[in-house]
């Protein structure tokens, strides 16, 4: 029995499949009905089985078979931790590489160092049986420019500024790919809230974005091009260009 969940733009929220039993006298094994279903990102999948008499795992199947890693019992972002915390907050992390067989990992957080043997590092390699501590500070959500850093404290926020929610999802997972892609992977969730002017709200979404937090849970959407220059139309293309003395 082997289906395809396919995770495409635009895809619909809610997929169903039914898994069927055998039916010999059309000539039908178990299966998945239907055998492929697109859903969008975010999206869900309801799975129904039409035969309480028979059991059977729905499971994720990989490179044919190869099993999942877990952060936490847990395997891939959304299902994985999601850690919520304030920039600059501390985190104290706990780590332990439970395989006790052969396989080594790499633990590394995107926009948080710490130090180790006198070097501020954001990666470092886990062999099996083995466990550190480390803390980590939560990223700011977005570095903001200094003329609108400098008016966020409350004794110097412009006529006109108000509260702006944001969030910033910054992962946290092993660097070897394959073991990434294999689901060994959480999330750092920073919750930043700045006071702007509707100009400068309208500056930062043009230069940056601004990734307002909508108070769920949801994994990001994806940009799929993310290469154009923020604010332009799509379609337009990176160029090298030389310059003359």
Excluded at 71 to 100: K, M
Excluded at 210 to 216: E, K, Q, R, S, W
Aim: proline fraction near 9%; charged fraction near 15%; charge should be negative.
């Amino acid at each position: 029995m082997h289906g395809t969940v396919n995770v495409v733009p635009g895809g619909q929220a809610l997929a169903s499949v039914e898994i069927k039993p055998a039916d010999p006298a059309l000539g039908l094994d178990m299966r998945f009905d239907p055998a492929s279903v697109p859903v969008g990102p975010g999206g869900k999948v309801h799975w129904t089985n039409v035969n309480p008499l028979t059991t059977h795992t729905v499971t994720a199947d990989m490179g044919a078979g190869i099993s999942s890693y877990c952060f936490n019992g847990r395997s891939f972002v959304g299902n994985t931790p999601t850690i919520v915390a304030h920039p600059r907050q501390r985190i104290g992390w706990y780590v332990f590489n439970l395989d006790l067989g052969e396989v080594w990992h790499n633990y590394h957080t995107h926009s948080q160092r710490w130090q180790f043997a006198g070097h501020t590092i954001d990666v470092r390699s886990i062999s099996p049986a083995e466990s550190f501590i480390v803390e980590t500070e939560a990223p700011p959500v977005l570095l903001l420019p200094d003329d609108i850093e400098d008016h966020q404290p409350p004794d110097k926020r412009l006529p006109g500024a108000t509260p702006y929610e944001l969030k910033g999802d910054f992962l946290v997972h092993c660097h070897i790919e394959m073991h990434m892609g294999q689901g060994l992977a959480a999330v750092v969730r920073s919750r930043q809230t700045v006071w702007l002017t509707p100009a400068q709200a309208d500056q930062l979404a043009m230069e940056t974005g601004l990734p307002i937090d909508p108070g769920d849970n949801s994994c990001p959407v994806v940009d799929l091009n993310r290469c154009a220059p923020l604010g332009a139309a799509h379609g337009r293309r990176w160029q090298a260009c030389q310059k003359s003395r």
